[in-house]
């Protein structure tokens, strides 16, 4: 069940780390290839040579091969996994986690890892319950990790509650429907979208252009490629990173160079998403010349730049879909459905400046799904990646449908 799959283990400084060596021989069962990685105190709770014998591969714990210099890479444990597992998951190692320290291996990999992160927690029920805990746990589930929740028993404190790791074996099934669960359901899907601002030229070194991080557009990106999709992202200037590789990358800056981009790339698409904050005018004569200062007043004539999303819902056909945006600081509803129905899109992604916490440069959205029937579907505000599952499950329900 878990054949060809590439898991890290992550043991910590539990007296639950003797589970280990039945997770790592019944992972190795269903066919994964384990590496296992431990914390330096994890070490005084089981030894590394079991580790070793039973995934058949050396157990990494130091930085460095002291012997000759060569050194354990985090970058490289963090891309060849498909999963990294930290069973178990010690207070102190979640604490670390859920704020960025990483003074050892296992928590360097953590922060390089690109895959998915299950945590199976073990600790005294006191611990467990204390509230610094708590919110350690649901930061580290805000970024995305997944927990295995701890079950109720004797603890080796001697106390009775919630708080020893959950059985190799039932982590073992919990993994495998982990991976059934993350099926490629938009595999051999080709989706377009656009992300970022666009930057308007006044002149050689000064442009028109707005708060728009790209943050959105990016994490939807993510999403629809976690998701199988093939994702073509058109990208006006921001500092974001690719961080898929089923992700192509057309660098542009203007609205005219994202017009022509997207008019190019979308007859070969199953669908296209415009997260972008594209400009809606841009100069009709750019100075060839850095404008310098001497005049008190200085004006620049402006002409609306094309639709884009306009543009392709005249070109799209039966089966593509059309998916805008609409960012709205009053009558939010009603604008978003006139922009629905006047580009023919599929559905609109609305949110509104009036909402603290939502918008350009946030790390969190409150979003509403708009339809074409005119259902709305409001979401809480969230972490912008939450987001993007919200808006993935809705365009994954189109082609379902």
């Excluded at 005249?314 to 009053?330: R, S």
């Excluded at 009558?331 to 580009?343: F, G, R």
């Amino acid at each position: 069940m878990l054949k060809g799959k590439n898991i890290i283990l992550g043991v910590t400084a539990s007296i639950a780390a003797y589970k280990a060596a039945t997770l790592v021989r019944c992972l190795v069962k269903e066919g994964a290839t384990v590496k296992v990685i431990m914390t330096p105190y994890g070490k005084e709770f089981i030894s590394p040579v079991t580790l070793a014998t039973l995934s058949k591969n050396t157990v990494l714990s130091d930085f460095f091969k002291h012997d000759d210099g060569a050194w354990n890479s985090h970058v490289d444990l963090g891309i060849w996994a498909d999963v990294m597992l930290i069973a178990p998951t010690t207070a102190n190692t979640m604490a670390k986690m859920a704020h960025g320290i990483c003074d050892n291996l296992l928590l360097t990999t953590y922060l390089s890892a690109k895959c998915p992160i299950v945590h199976a927690p073990a600790m005294d029920l006191d611990m467990f319950r204390h509230p610094a805990t708590l919110r350690n746990m649901e930061i580290l589930k805000s970024y995305g990790d997944t927990f295995i929740e701890p079950s109720s028993g004797e603890l080796a404190s001697g106390l009775y509650g919630k708080g020893r790791m959950e059985e190799p074996e039932i982590i073992t099934k919990k993994l495998i429907e982990f991976f059934d669960s993350k099926k490629k359901i938009l595999s051999n899907r080709k989706i377009l979208i656009t992300a970022g601002p666009t930057y308007e030229k006044l002149d050689p070194v000064r442009f028109i252009g707005n708060f728009s991080s790209g943050k959105m557009g990016y994490a939807i990106a993510e999403e629809l490629a976690e998701q199988g999709a093939d994702v073509v992202l058109i990208s006006g200037p921001t500092s974001m990173q690719i961080q898929h590789s089923n992700i192509q990358r057309i660098d542009v800056v203007s609205a005219e160079e994202m017009y022509q981009a997207a008019c190019d790339v979308f007859p070969d698409c199953d669908g296209a998403v415009m997260s972008a904050a594209v400009a809606d005018f841009t100069p009709v004569n750019p100075e060839e010349m850095k404008v310098k200062r001497g005049k008190e007043n200085y004006s620049v004539e402006l002409k609306p730049t094309r639709d884009i999303a306009a543009e392709l819902g005249g070109m799209k056909k039966a089966g593509q879909l059309l998916v805008g945006f609409a960012l709205e600081t009053n009558n939010e509803q009603t604008n978003a459905l006139l922009k629905l129905q006047k580009k023919n899109l599929d559905f609109i992604v609305l949110n509104s400046l009036n909402d603290e916490g939502a918008g350009f440069q946030h790390d969190t959205n409150k979003i509403s799904i708009v339809k074409g029937e005119g259902d709305i579907l409001s979401f809480d505000l969230k972490p912008k990646k939450e987001v993007a599952k919200d808006i993935v499950r809705e365009i994954s329900s189109f082609y379902q449908s």
